[in-house]
């Protein structure tokens, strides 16, 4: 079973939809990463979360720490919004190291206009 | 600065032949990360510097790979007598690590080198 498991996989969502992608993850934790990689490999960052919820735009990222799950949502999602979103984790399982991240596999969004 | 480069973008090379991926990452980050991702795979963690130190290497770096930052600044990972299960795209990352401001630690990824081994 992989250590940080993303759902759902593969998303498809009309235009102006909300949309929930999930995090799921087995180890502790000192930061958790939502990333989103376009087609050609280009990787920007959109959050880094130790607690609570952060905003920016439409994204809303929250994290429970207790339950060790966070999401990530879209308000009113555009076609411009399709990419893949990887959730990543900083394990402190790795004496809190600042290197090794766990990627989950991705979720992959299409919104249709 | 124009964020985290990486060069070359794609390498095609033979079975056998070495090749070096260069990165340069944000000019006042001290932390810079490799990492390898294979299709329809998340990315897999390679190795870790802060400054020129690498502090840090993954299981997956086998003696066939070495990276380096001479001087705390660009970095080149180097992949000798390739095999075609190296074939992936190579990630560089960077951030500003230790006692920053706000923001540290997030991490800004370059585009990526693919490499693919015929």
């Known amino acids: 079973k992989n250590e940080v498991e993303q759902s759902p996989q593969n998303l498809t969502a009309q235009e102006g939809e909300f949309i929930t992608i999930n995090c799921s993850y087995s180890?502790?934790?000192?930061?958790l990463h939502w990333l989103q990689q376009h087609p050609g490999g280009g990787i920007v960052s959109l959050f880094m979360l130790s607690s609570g919820k952060k905003k920016h735009g439409r994204l809303i990222a929250t994290i429970n720490i207790q339950e060790k799950h966070s999401s990530l949502h879209i308000t009113a999602s555009h076609p411009r919004d399709s990419a893949v979103y990887i959730c990543?984790?900083?394990?402190?399982?790795?004496?809190?190291?600042?290197?090794?991240?766990?990627f989950g596999k991705g979720t992959k969004l299409s919104v249709k206009p | 600065d124009t964020g985290v480069s990486q060069d070359p973008r794609h390498k095609i090379t033979k079975r056998g032949q070495n090749v070096t991926f260069r990165c340069d990452p944000i000019s006042e980050h001290n932390r810079l990360y490799w990492y390898r991702q294979t299709l329809g795979q998340g990315p897999e963690f390679l190795t870790y510097?802060?400054?020129?130190?690498?502090?840090?290497k993954s299981r997956l770096l086998s003696d066939r790979f070495s990276a380096e930052r001479p001087k705390g600044s660009f970095s080149t990972l180097e992949i000798q007598h390739t095999e075609q299960g190296d074939s992936a795209m190579y990630l560089c990352a960077s951030s500003l690590g230790g006692l920053a401001p706000s923001g540290a630690n997030v991490l800004t990824f370059g585009a990526g080198s693919r490499l693919t081994v015929l």
């Open positions: 180890v502790g934790i000192s930061a």
């Open positions: 510097f802060q400054n020129e130190a690498q502090l840090e």
């Open positions: 990543a984790v900083r394990s402190t399982n790795y004496g809190g190291s600042q290197g090794n991240l766990i």
